[in-house]
C-alpha cells in the first residue's frame, strides 16, 4: 500500500503561517530573484523567478541523495479520446533530450535507483544515487534539461506504445486490477477519476504524436512542479546549481486549463460483475468520499485501517478468522476531488460469495453504530504514526510521499496530518462514516472466474464506401403535383359533402409516396348524460386498440402496420391510396366492436394507476394542477371539472370492466361527428366505404354541445414544496373574456407572439434564457375558446429551484414593461412575418390540413375563415397591438404557482 493511502491530511493550511526569513541558505546569500519559504522539520521551500518550487532536505545520515520532480498533472487532466496520456508521458520522458539523449544507459553508469509513477493527480520522477557532487550536479541538469526540452519523438511512440500496451494487458490479467478498473468506471458519472490511470488500449494504440506534444507543452513547465532534492549535500551550493540550470527555463504564458467537472452525488446503489478465468472470487465495495483535504478525510481513513488492517481489524475478525473469506483489505483514493473509500474481501474459487458481500457491507454501514474504541484509536494514530516517520527517515520514500501532499496543494501536509493525529476522536471517525458509508452511496463488484464468459465481441463495421461499393440505385417512381396551400386553393379542391351524420371534406391531391391522412371526430353525451363519467370515458377510448372481436392487441396492430397506418389514435392517421380502403373498414370495425379483453384492462388501469403516482412530485404536474383547480369553476362529477389526482386514482381503483362496455354501447356512435380525408385517394370510393361502414351507425344517449364558462378569480400566488427535485416549475394564468371570433383576438394573437410564444426570439425567453440564463425554456399563450367567452391568458417555464425567485421576478418584469412601454413597430413586422408563415407551412402539412377541416366542419367555418384572420393579422397596427395587450393582460390579475424544491431553493 502506497503511502498516499495511509497518510493523513487536512484543510487547516494556514495553521503554519509564514514569518519573515532572511534571504540566506545556510549563511549564504541566495541566488538573484530566489525566494525563500517556509520551514518543517529541516525541509525548507525556496521559489524561483519562473514559478518552480524547491524542496531541500538535507540529511547527513545517509550517504545517498533523492532528487524527485513531482509535476502536478495525472489522468484527470485527460480529455475524451486521450486516456492513459499522462502515463504515456511519463515513459517517453527517458527517451532522451539534446543534452542526455539516452538517459537509462547515463542512470546505469551512475549506478543510480530511478523511476517515474502517475496517479491520478501527478506524475513523478526520482532517481536515488551515492553522494557526490557530480552526481548531483548531472541529475539537476539532466531534470532541467528534460523538463521542456524532451524529444516526445514519433519514433519513441511508436516504440513506447507497445510496452505501455504490454502493461496495460499485464494489468489485464490481475482479478484485482481489473475490477478495480470496473469499479472506478462504473462508480463515476461524469468526473475523470471514473478512467483508470492506464488509460484505454485504442486510447494508447491510436495517440496523435501532436496530441501527446501539446499535453507536454501544457504540464511539464516549471510553474507546474515542485523539485525535491534530499539526502547528503550541500544547500547552498546544490540552490545555485538549481538556480543555473532550472532558472534560465523562461516562465510560460500560458494559463493551465481549468477543470470544472463535478460528479454529482450519488442516488442509488449500484452492483457489477466481472467474470473472466481466475482462481479467486473477490467482492469490492465502494463509497464516494470527499477530496483529501475535506475535515472528513482524517477520520475516514482511521475508520478504513480500523475496518481493514489486518490481524487487529474488524473485516479480518469477522471474515477471515471464521472462515468466509482468505483475505480483507481497505484503502481510499483520497484525491484532490472527491474519491472512493474502498473495503474488499477475497474469497476462495466455489465458496459462496454472496453471505460475504452482504456481511461486508452491514460492517461498513453499521460502522457508526460502534464507534471506535480507544484501543483501536491508539492503534490507528501509531500505525500512520509510525508509516510517516519511516517515509521521512527513508530518501527514496519521502519523494513519493511528498508528492501526493504537494498534488493536494501544500507539501507541508504531510505534517500537519502527522501532528493532528492526537486530535481526532472516536466520535469523529464514527460521524464521519454516518455520513459516506450509505447504501445509495454504494457501489459493489464482484469478480467471478469463470472459464467460458459469455461475452459479445464488437468487430468494426466496414466504411460507407465500401458498404455503397455495389449498390445501384433504382429510378423513383414516386410523384407529386406542385400544391399551392392558399386558403383558396384548399377551397377549390376540397368538397364538403355529409355522409350519414358525419360532414365531410374531402380533398385529393397527388402526394409523392401517394399518402393521404385521415381525421374523425366524433360527438356524443351531454351536461348531465356524462355527469360522473370523465375517467370511464378516457378508459373506453384507451381500450378502443386493445382488442377486437377479430383481433388480439397483437394482431391488431400487425394488421394496421401491414397497411401502413400510423398516427396517434384510430381517429387520426396517415395511410397511402392502395390502403386506404381497407384502412377506413379497420377504422370502423376498431370503433365499432371493441372485445374489451379482461387482462388488457387490467394492465391498462394498473399502468395508469403508476404513471399518476409518479406524477405525485412532478413540479409541472403539481402546478398544473393547482392552477386549473384554482380556476375551476364546476362540481365535482361534472365532465367539466378538474380531477385531482387522488380522485382520478379512486375511480381508476373503483373502474370495473362492465363499466366501460356499457359507457361503449350506451354512447359510441357516429350521430354526430365531422370527418376529413386530404391526400392521394379516390374521394367516391373512399366516401362509399365511409357511408357503408359509418353511415348507420347511431349513439343511443342524446347529444347537445356542452358549453363553458370562465369564473371570477382574483390574484393569487401558491407555493408548492416538491423535495428532492432538481427542477422548478412557475405557471401563471389570468382569464380572459374573448372569443376567436371577436375583433381582438387577432391582435392579441400577435400580441402574445411577440411577448411568448415566437421561441427563442420572444421578449420573455430572451429575457429567463438568453439575458438572465434561467431557463431553458417558457412562454405564454393564449387560449381562444370558438364557441363560449371562456379564454384564457397562460406564462409557464421551468427554472431550477435557487433560481424560481429570479425568474418570477424577471416574468413580472417583462409582463409590466410589455403593459407599460408596448411592442416595437418593428417587433409587429416581425411577428407578423413569423406568424404567417408558420400558419403557410402548417397548410403544406395533409395531417394539419385535414385537423383543420374537421375543426371548422364543427364550427360551421371553411378556410376563408381561415383567410379572413390572416388578412386581418395582415392589417394590424401597433397601436392595435399594443391596445389588445393592454386591455386583456392585465398583470395585477395573474394567478401564480411556483412548485419547486424549497430546500434547494434557499
Known sequence: MTLRHAVLKTALLSCFALSFVPPVVHGQALPPGVVKGPSVEGITEYRLPNGLKVLLFPDASKPTVTVNVTYLVGSRHENYGETGMAHLLEHLMFKGAPKNRNIPQQFAER??????????????YFEVFAASDANLKWALEMEADRMTKSFIARKDLDSEMTVVRNEYESGENSPFGVLMKRMESVAYDWHSYGRSTIGNRSDIENV???????????????????????????????????????????????????FWTVEPTQDGDRQFTVRRKGDVQIVLVAYKVPAGLHPDADPLQFMSQIE????????????????????????????????????????????????????????????????????????????????????????????????????????????????????????????????????????????????????????????????????????SALTSENFDPSQENIMARTEVRTIG??????????????????????????????????????VTNEMLTRGTSKYTRAQLADAMSKLKMSGNSVYHFDTTREHLDEALKLMAHVLKEPSFPEAEFEQLRQQWIVGIESSRNEPQVLAGQALDQYFDNWPKGDPRAEMTLDEQLAELKAMKLDDVKAYHREFYGASHGELSIVGDFDKEAAAKTVAATLGNWDSKASYARILDANGERKAMRKAIDTPDKENGFYSARVNLD??????????????????????????????????????????????????????????????????????????????????????????????K???????????????????????????????????????????????????????????????VVVAGDESKAK
Open 208 to 258: 496523435k504524436i501532436e496530441n501527446l506534444q501539446a499535453f507536454y507543452r501544457t504540464y511539464y513547465q516549471p510553474d507546474n512542479a515542485v523539485l525535491l532534492v534530499a539526502g547528503k549535500f550541500e544547500p547552498s551550493k546544490t540552490l545555485s546549481w538549481i538556480t543555473k540550470s532550472f532558472g534560465v527555463i523562461p516562465k510560460p504564458k500560458r494559463k493551465l486549463p481549468p
Open 738 to 831: 374573448l372569443k376567436s371570433d371577436d375583433p381582438d383576438y387577432p391582435a392579441l394573437e400577435l400580441a402574445n407572439y411577440i411577448f411568448g410564444d415566437g421561441g427563442l426570439k420572444s421578449r420573455l425567453m430572451d429575457r429567463i434564457r438568453q439575458k438572465d440564463g434561467l431557463s431553458y425554456g417558457g412562454g405564454s399563450g393564449v387560449y381562444a375558446s370558438d364557441i363560449d367567452r371562456a379564454s384564457h391568458f397562460t406564462i409557464s417555464a421551468i427554472a431550477a429551484p435557487q433560481n424560481l425567485k429570479k425568474l418570477e421576478a424577471a416574468i413580472r418584469d417583462e409582463l409590466a414593461r410589455a403593459v407599460k412601454e408596448g411592442f416595437t413597430p418593428a417587433e409587429v413586422a416581425g411577428a
Open 111 to 124: 549506478g543510480m535507483d530511478f523511476n517515474g509513477t502517475t496517479s491520478q493527480d501527478r506524475t513523478n
Open 308 to 475: 481493514g488492517d489486518t490481524p487487529n481489524g474488524r473485516l479480518h475478525k469477522l471474515l477471515v478468522e471464521t472462515g468466509k473469506a482468505a483475505q480483507v483489505f481497505s484503502f481510499g483514493q483520497n484525491g484532490y476531488a472527491p474519491s472512493l473509500q474502498m473495503f474488499g474481501a477475497v474469497v476462495k474459487a466455489g465458496q459462496p460469495v454472496e453471505p460475504v458481500r452482504d456481511a461486508l457491507v452491514e460492517a461498513v454501514e453499521s460502522f457508526a453504530k460502534t464507534p471506535p474504541t480507544e484501543e483501536e484509536m491508539e492503534r490507528t494514530r501509531r500505525n500512520f504514526s509510525n508509516g510517516i516517520e519511516k517515509a521521512l527517515n527513508d530518501p527514496q520514500q519521502v519523494g513519493v510521499a511528498l508528492s501526493e501532499q504537494i498534488a493536494l496543494g501544500d507539501w507541508r501536509l504531510l505534517f500537519q496530518g502527522r501532528d493532528n493525529l492526537p486530535t481526532i476522536t472516536a466520535k469523529q471517525v464514527a460521524d464521519a462514516a454516518a455520513r459516506y458509508f450509505k447504501r445509495d452511496n454504494r457501489t459493489v463488484g464482484l469478480f467471478l472466474p469463470e472459464d467460458a464468459p459469455q461475452r459479445a465481441t464488437i468487430g468494426p463495421a466496414p466504411t460507407a464506401a465500401e458498404v455503397l461499393k455495389e449498390y445501384k440505385a433504382k429510378e
Open 501 to 538: 351524420g358525419l360532414k365531410a371534406a374531402l380533398l385529393p391531391k397527388k402526394n409523392r409516396g401517394e399518402t393521404v391522412s385521415v381525421d374523425l371526430r366524433l360527438h356524443w353525451g351531454d351536461e348531465k348524460n356524462q355527469f360522473g363519467k370523465a375517467m370511464v370515458s378516457a
Open 833 to 895: 412575418s413569423g406568424l404567417l408563415q408558420q400558419r403557410l407551412q402548417n397548410r403544406s402539412k395533409d395531417g394539419v390540413v385535414a385537423s383543420a377541416w374537421t375543426n371548422f366542419l364543427y364550427l360551421d367555418r371553411d378556410f376563408m375563415w381561415s383567410k379572413q384572420h390572416e388578412d386581418r393579422l395582415k392589417a394590424l397596427t401597433v397601436e392595435q397591438v399594443n391596445a389588445a395587450f393592454r386591455k386583456y393582460v392585465d398583470p395585477a390579475k395573474l394567478a
